[in-house]
């Protein structure tokens, strides 16, 4: 079956080509430009030798892209580079540079002042960081008030586009779109009460045009806007309010002034579900639209009575059939069924991921220590733009033109399917027998009674868990890698480093200790590598900021637990000290959001596995003689859905697991979790329903807006706000510490509230922890004796 020749010619521009990708990793294979990056910023590198290793890396992600299927020609081929973060580029391109950056950038042209915004400098607070959507990649937060200037600047798009040229490639330019741009802006703090930067879109929106007319003179047949704001429940405004903010801005753009040029449309809503939106999208007048129909679905109504071919005509649909925040191979024959079916009803479709594959590592062939058979299962960025190139060979040829690739990917998927470890007989008989008794503890007041013989006093200090990760640590870990010493000196060493953490708590003074988690590379990873269904990768980074990059887990199988995980550290560091001793566990829902986690199942039930895991864990902490468990929850807010109506059943099941996870510890016990942020409005029920013993969260920058929606909300367990924010090496005085736990008090009873550091310390140093730490001892003192 051959698709139907489509004409999409509004702008007298040839078709998108029938395979694309949103996006590319940007980091590098061996994370080069990180590395350049990070020697330019040390002064190793001048800034044209910067210039010229981003270049490289561009030219060779072009051409490996187009070795992979894309076609070189038709604007296939995104132009996905950054050297710091993407939002952070559409700011500097709309000349938006905040009015408190005026000094350092006034074009912004030079790295040295693109950089000073997505970091500071010594006079300049960076931009503020937060997550995109609900991954766990972090974006330069824009800041605009009503006199922020505004001036488009296309040199670096258009610098890139002659590059790739120069290669034979014609490459399509990436943008965040205006509506997603200024709805995720904040107001800058000079900005009028009642400013909202999206009351700037029409501004914005003009200047979008001087870049797409810009782009149109250097040769662009296609420019895409990534506007993920379609699909997200979560911002400012109303989705449906979203919708006819795009619909202004596009029917603008895509209607210039007579005369003026502009390349070709392809609006893309990544990341979620725009099916409801996708008819009213088609009319607009841009050349194509993508749709994640991973995440999302189809309008099937639409389809099935020609509206939305309707719509479509004259407008491409790339239909975003290849996952782009998953590792799994796709499943392909179902892939181009849900292609063909969109084809069939006479939309000119294009082959596409869900969203830009920067969001997964670059190749599995970089693999070598992976398991053969688990490496057959899996997809990276490469393997991913095979498929699309494959798909889109099916969509045009017919399914026989690939059967050979369908036949590949069907028996990988059936060998996954059957693999031993994939499924667990033990695991899932376990996780059946589960019953809601499992997931409750005697009630609150029962357990404050029970948890008296831990002799807590009120105001209690304690921190988050991890200590400063040393030079000396990682040093020794790295040398325990590559085997240079062996376990028995590892061990030993890390003893010691326990022993000095301790010392250092009682010398401070704090009354609930931690071991300071010195053996953990990462929170997530260290649970990979001893919990059975796992598997770790070498070469598979993934940004999370500007040079940050993690390197996500695979759980690709039942999870269950060996043996004790934790159990000998804490209970040598507890044997150290009469103080109690944290145990420390990172919970079941961020083990989840900090991995690549299997599609085959829907992850409550992956969630499930990880909390009995966790349960026995805690079983043996407390036989073992320790008398607080934490369980940290940081990703319990990244993983709400973008979409409302997903949300209570995510929180439902999210919420369930950690109590599956904490249920078993007896009223003695007392239960801790943490939370690493402050924003809490659209969970806080479900912070509540954790049922924890005390609830430590980041509160410290905010100065204690945590407090007053818990005191609103009747919070009764113990909550620890941050007096000490850890993200900077500033040493808070003991009189700041206690202005916030005066604060704090003065809205939750004494004996609930505990007082501790925003989050763990291991990204500081001794000098300044130390310092902190005492004069938080010393502000807890303070109101205390009060
Ligand atoms: N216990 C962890 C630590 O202190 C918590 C880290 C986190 O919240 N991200 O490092
Ligand atoms: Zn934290």
């Given at each position: 079956?051959?698709?139907?020749a489509h004409?999409v010619t509004?702008?007298?521009?040839?078709p998108?080509?029938?395979?694309?990708?949103?996006?590319?990793?940007?980091?590098g294979?061996?994370?080069e430009l990180k590395?350049?990056?990070?020697?330019?910023?040390?002064?190793?590198?001048s800034?044209?030798?910067?210039?010229?290793?981003?270049?490289?890396?561009?030219?060779?992600?072009?051409?490996?892209l187009?070795?992979l299927g894309?076609?070189?020609?038709?604007?296939?081929?995104?132009e996905?580079?950054?050297?710091?973060?993407?939002?952070?580029?559409?700011t500097?391109?709309?000349?938006?540079i905040?009015?408190?950056?005026?000094?350092?950038?006034?074009?912004?042209s030079?790295?040295a002042?693109?950089?000073?915004?997505?970091?500071?400098d010594?006079?300049?607070?960076?931009?503020?960081m937060?997550?995109?959507?609900?991954?766990?990649?972090?974006?330069s937060?824009?800041?605009?008030?009503?006199?922020?200037?505004?001036?488009?600047?296309?040199?670096?798009?258009v610098?890139?586009?002659?590059?790739?040229?120069?290669?034979?490639?014609?490459?399509r330019?990436?943008l965040?779109?205006?509506?997603?741009?200024?709805?995720?802006?904040?107001?800058?703090d000079d900005?009028a009460?009642?400013?909202?930067p999206?009351d700037?879109?029409?501004?914005v929106?003009a200047?979008?045009g001087?870049?797409?007319?810009?782009?149109a003179?250097?040769?662009?047949?296609w420019?895409?806007?990534?506007?993920?704001?379609?699909?997200?429940?979560?911002?400012?405004?109303?989705?449906?309010?979203v919708?006819?903010?795009?619909?202004?801005?596009y029917?603008?753009?895509?209607?210039?002034?007579?005369?003026?040029a502009?390349p070709?449309?392809?609006?893309?809503?990544?990341?979620g579900?725009?099916?409801?939106?996708l008819?009213?999208?088609?009319?607009?007048?841009?050349?194509?639209?993508?749709?994640d129909?991973?995440?999302?679905?189809l309008?099937?109504?639409?389809?099935?009575?020609?509206?939305?071919?309707?719509?479509?005509?004259?407008?491409?649909?790339?239909?975003?059939?290849?996952?782009?925040?998953?590792?799994?191979?796709?499943?392909?024959?179902?892939a181009l069924?849900?292609?063909?079916r969109?084809?069939d009803?006479?939309?000119?479709t294009?082959i596409?991921?869900?969203?830009?594959?920067?969001?997964v590592?670059?190749?599995?062939?970089?693999?070598?220590?992976?398991?053969?058979?688990?490496a057959?299962?899996?997809?990276?960025?490469?393997?991913?733009?095979?498929?699309?190139?494959?798909?889109?060979?099916?969509?045009?040829?017919?399914a026989?033109?690939?059967?050979?690739?369908?036949?590949?990917?069907?028996a990988?998927?059936?060998?996954?399917?059957?693999?031993?470890?994939v499924r667990?007989?033990?695991?899932?008989e376990?996780?059946?027998?589960v019953?809601?008794?499992?997931?409750?503890?005697a009630?609150e007041?029962?357990?404050?009674?029970?948890?008296?013989g831990?002799?807590v006093?009120?105001?209690?200090t304690t921190?988050?868990?991890?200590?400063?990760?040393?030079?000396e640590?990682?040093?020794?870990?790295?040398?325990?890698v590559r085997?240079?010493?062996?376990q028995?000196?590892?061990?030993?060493?890390?003893?010691?480093?326990?022993?000095?953490?301790?010392?250092?708590?009682?010398e401070?003074?704090?009354?609930?200790l931690?071991?300071?988690?010195?053996?953990?590379?990462?929170?997530?990873?260290y649970?990979?590598?001893?919990?059975d269904?796992?598997?770790?990768?070498?070469?598979?980074?993934?940004?999370?900021?500007?040079?940050?990059a993690?390197?996500?887990?695979i759980?690709?199988?039942?999870?269950?637990?060996?043996?004790p995980?934790?159990?000998?550290?804490?209970?040598y560091?507890?044997?150290?000290t009469?103080?109690?001793v944290?145990?420390?566990l990172?919970?079941p829902?961020?083990?989840l959001?900090?991995?690549?986690?299997?599609d085959?199942?829907?992850?409550?039930?992956?969630?499930e596995?990880?909390?009995?895991?966790?349960?026995?864990?805690?079983?043996?902490?407390?036989?073992a003689?320790?008398t607080?468990?934490?369980?940290?929850?940081p990703?319990l807010?990244?993983?709400?859905?973008?979409?409302?109506d997903?949300?209570?059943?995510?929180l439902?099941?999210?919420v369930?697991?950690?109590?599956?996870?904490?249920?078993?510890?007896?009223?003695?016990?007392?239960?801790?979790?943490?939370?690493?942020?402050?924003e809490?409005?659209?969970?806080?029920?479900?912070?509540?329903?954790?049922?924890?013993?005390?609830t430590?969260?980041?509160?410290?920058?905010?100065?204690m807006?945590?407090?007053?929606?818990?005191?609103?909300?009747?919070?009764?367990?113990?909550?620890?706000?941050?007096?000490?924010?850890?993200h900077?090496?500033?040493?808070?005085?003991?009189?700041?510490?206690?202005?916030?736990?005066?604060?704090?008090?003065?809205?939750?009873?004494?004996e609930?509230?505990?007082v501790?550091?925003?989050?763990?310390?291991?990204?500081r140093?001794?000098?300044?922890?130390?310092?902190?730490?005492?004069?938080?001892?010393?502000?807890?003192?303070?109101?205390?004796g009060?």
């Amino acid at each position: 079956m051959t698709a139907p020749a489509h004409p999409v010619t509004p702008t007298g521009v040839a078709p998108l080509p029938q395979a694309t990708i949103l996006g590319y990793p940007r980091i590098g294979r061996r994370r080069e430009l990180k590395r350049a990056v990070e020697a330019f910023w040390k002064g190793k590198i001048s800034e044209e030798q910067l210039r010229v290793t981003a270049r490289e890396l561009r030219a060779a992600t072009r051409a490996r892209l187009v070795e992979l299927g894309l076609p070189a020609t038709g604007g296939a081929v995104p132009e996905s580079f950054s050297f710091y973060d993407q939002v952070l580029d559409a700011t500097l391109a709309l000349g938006a540079i905040p009015s408190r950056f005026a000094d350092v950038a006034e074009t912004g042209s030079d790295l040295a002042s693109y950089f000073a915004l997505a970091r500071g400098d010594e006079s300049h607070q960076p931009l503020e960081m937060t997550k995109w959507f609900d991954t766990n990649y972090h974006y330069s937060v824009p800041e605009l008030s009503a006199a922020t200037p505004l001036a488009a600047n296309a040199a670096a798009l258009v610098a890139q586009l002659a590059e790739a040229a120069e290669q034979g490639i014609e490459s399509r330019p990436v943008l965040v779109g205006p509506v997603t741009y200024l709805l995720l802006a904040k107001a800058a703090d000079d900005a009028a009460e009642g400013f909202a930067p999206i009351d700037r879109l029409d501004e914005v929106v003009a200047v979008y045009g001087e870049l797409l007319a810009a782009l149109a003179a250097a040769g662009a047949r296609w420019v895409q806007l990534d506007e993920p704001a379609l699909v997200s429940d979560s911002l400012s405004v109303p989705r449906a309010e979203v919708l006819a903010l795009v619909e202004r801005a596009y029917t603008t753009l895509g209607a210039p002034a007579v005369g003026a040029a502009r390349p070709a449309i392809l609006l893309t809503a990544p990341y979620g579900d725009s099916s409801a939106a996708l008819t009213r999208l088609g009319a607009l007048p841009v050349e194509a639209v993508q749709a994640d129909l991973v995440r999302g679905t189809l309008p099937e109504e639409a389809l099935a009575d020609g509206s939305l071919a309707a719509a479509f005509a004259g407008t491409q649909l790339v239909a975003g059939v290849v996952d782009g925040r998953n590792i799994w191979r796709t499943d392909l024959r179902a892939a181009l069924a849900l292609a063909q079916r969109i084809s069939d009803a006479g939309i000119a479709t294009v082959i596409g991921t869900s969203n830009s594959l920067q969001h997964v590592p670059h190749d599995v062939a970089d693999e070598t220590k992976l398991d053969a058979r688990l490496a057959s299962w899996l997809a990276f960025a490469d393997q991913k733009v095979t498929q699309v190139a494959t798909l889109a060979r099916g969509l045009a040829e017919g399914a026989a033109a690939i059967e050979a690739e369908l036949a590949d990917t069907e028996a990988a998927l059936a060998d996954r399917a059957g693999a031993p470890g994939v499924r667990d007989a033990r695991v899932r008989e376990r996780a059946a027998a589960v019953t809601s008794a499992d997931r409750s503890r005697a009630d609150e007041g029962a357990r404050r009674d029970a948890q008296r013989g831990i002799g807590v006093p009120e105001l209690a200090t304690t921190t988050i868990g991890s200590f400063p990760q040393t030079t000396e640590i990682r040093t020794a870990r790295a040398a325990f890698v590559r085997g240079e010493i062996d376990q028995a000196a590892y061990d030993g060493f890390l003893r010691e480093e326990i022993a000095r953490v301790i010392r250092l708590q009682e010398e401070i003074g704090l009354d609930v200790l931690v071991h300071g988690e010195a053996e953990r590379n990462d929170m997530v990873q260290y649970f990979a590598e001893l919990l059975d269904g796992f598997a770790v990768t070498e070469n598979g980074w993934v940004q999370s900021y500007g040079t940050r990059a993690t390197r996500p887990s695979i759980l690709w199988g039942d999870v269950s637990r060996p043996a004790p995980m934790t159990v000998a550290w804490s209970a040598y560091a507890q044997s150290l000290t009469e103080k109690p001793v944290k145990g420390m566990l990172t919970g079941p829902v961020t083990i989840l959001a900090w991995s690549f986690v299997r599609d085959d199942q829907p992850l409550a039930d992956t969630a499930e596995q990880v909390a009995l895991a966790l349960r026995d864990e805690i079983d043996d902490l407390v036989a073992a003689g320790i008398t607080i468990v934490q369980v940290d929850e940081p990703a319990l807010r990244e993983l709400l859905p973008l979409d409302a109506d997903r949300q209570a059943a995510y929180l439902d099941w999210s919420v369930g697991s950690f109590r599956l996870a904490t249920s078993g510890a007896a009223s003695e016990v007392q239960i801790h979790t943490h939370l690493c942020y402050s924003e809490f409005g659209e969970i806080i029920g479900a912070v509540d329903g954790l049922d924890a013993d005390v609830t430590s969260i980041e509160a410290a920058r905010s100065r204690m807006d945590v407090v007053d929606p818990l005191g609103d909300h009747g919070y009764s367990r113990g909550i620890g706000p941050g007096v000490y924010d850890i993200h900077s090496p500033r040493v808070p005085s003991a009189a700041e510490q206690e202005e916030l736990i005066r604060i704090a008090a003065a809205r939750i009873p004494g004996e609930q509230l505990w007082v501790n550091p925003d989050c763990g310390l291991k990204t500081r140093g001794y000098e300044e922890t130390v310092a902190s730490l005492t004069n938080l001892v010393q502000a807890a003192r303070a109101v205390r004796g009060a």
